[in-house]
């Protein structure tokens, strides 16, 4: 008969956990960052020294757009 069987004692190893929060975006100078229309993966093409600005562009929908070093010290405090 199946229906009295003693069930399996569960442990910890047989839960499995799955954090499916947004999980914050690392944000950090000479990296790319995300870009700001579509959220999709951003190429470094240049960065600009005397000014401390990172020019890129995104790779899906090829929108340019440059981030100071002002604004990411803002960001990650």
Known sequence: MGWL?????HTEEDRVVI???DKPVEVEWGSP???PDCGGRGYLDHIDPF????YMHCTECQVRYAVAKAD???LSR
């Open 72 to 74: 990411i010290d803002a």
């Open 5 to 9: 069987r003693r069930r399996k004692a």
């Open 19 to 21: 954090d499916l929060r």
């Open 33 to 35: 960052l995300p870009c």
């Open 51 to 54: 000014r401390d600005v990172m």
